[in-house]
């Protein structure tokens, strides 16, 4: 129960990191939608400087040229465009800056166990770290892998799944980069699963379960074999399908599962 404290303080700790790490992603790849307000600015040019809403329809009303169709564009690709259409009889060399002063196009549904579950809108690049913190965090039950359905871009009618392990993207946060979330993502953070160790352990209890667990490591949580331990006689009570079967002399390696009971007897001898 100790290490899954700590690993949901660190885990806290590293919220707030990431959040400002990914905060500083520059907004030059994110692709404008309805309802966000954009900031534009030519230099040397303010009578020029315009904060207009992207339509319904994926337009913006810009001075001198009108009605501008900016619909599946990313930031740096408006600028362009605009740039472009100001050159064409306007002005000469024109630098245009375009930056989101309100994201409001893309959401996501964040689920499950975490303390503010709902539909938040994208602020830009947001990764799942920071939905995470901005749906108030982890409850204490939470388990350690959170599932991601994805609008399959190939095949409409089919969801992808994705699997992300949090004490994995807490160890390697360094070395890897944060789950982006995307328009339209639902992320659900299931409870996390129990599993027993009982008998010839040094602390026989209820434990959470991590990905990964095998025989041998719910041991080792459990505080490992006592000296009276038979160790080569581990039993493991499993329900399938609502009926009990017990494995005897289970091999450490096996893989715990949720509610699964390990059982380590008293050596006779």
């Not at 992808?160 to 890897?176: C, G, N, R």
């Not at 995307?182 to 009982?198: N, Q, S």
């Not at 493991?236 to 599962?257: F, S, Y």
């Amino acid at each position: 129960m100790m290490k899954h404290l700590v690993f949901m303080s660190s885990l806290l700790f590293t919220l707030f990191l990431s959040c400002l790490t990914f905060a500083v992603v520059e907004q030059l790849d994110y692709r404008v939608g309805e309802g966000d307000v954009l900031k534009v600015m030519v230099y040397d040019n303010p009578d020029l400087d315009t904060t207009a809403r992207v339509s319904g329809k994926g337009t913006i009303l810009f001075p001198l040229i009108g009605e501008l169709d900016i619909e599946g564009l990313t930031v740096s690709q408006v600028s362009a465009k605009i740039a472009r259409k100001l050159s064409e009889g306007y002005i000469l060399y024109p630098q245009v800056s375009v930056f989101v002063e309100e994201f409001r196009s893309k959401r996501a549904i964040i689920m499950g166990e975490v303390r503010a579950p709902g539909l938040y809108e994208l602020s830009g690049a947001t990764s799942l770290m920071e939905l995470i913190s901005k749906a108030g965090g982890l409850t204490a039950d939470a388990g350690s892998e959170v599932n991601i359905k994805r609008k399959n871009p190939d095949n409409p009618g089919q969801d992808d799944l994705i699997a992300v392990d949090l004490k994995t993207l807490l160890e390697e946060q360094e070395t890897s980069p944060n789950v982006p979330i995307k328009d339209g993502d639902r992320v659900f953070v299931p409870r996390a699963g129990v599993f027993y160790v009982t008998g010839q352990v040094n602390r026989p209890d209820a434990y959470k379960l991590e990905m990964g667990t095998s025989v041998i490591k719910a041991i080792t949580m459990a505080g490992g074999f006592t000296e009276l331990a038979a160790q080569k006689r581990v039993r493991l009570i499993r329900k399938v399908d609502g009926v009990e079967t017990v494995m005897e002399k289970v091999p450490m390696h096996t893989a715990v599962m949720p509610e699964d009971v390990i059982v380590v007897p008293e050596s006779f001898f």
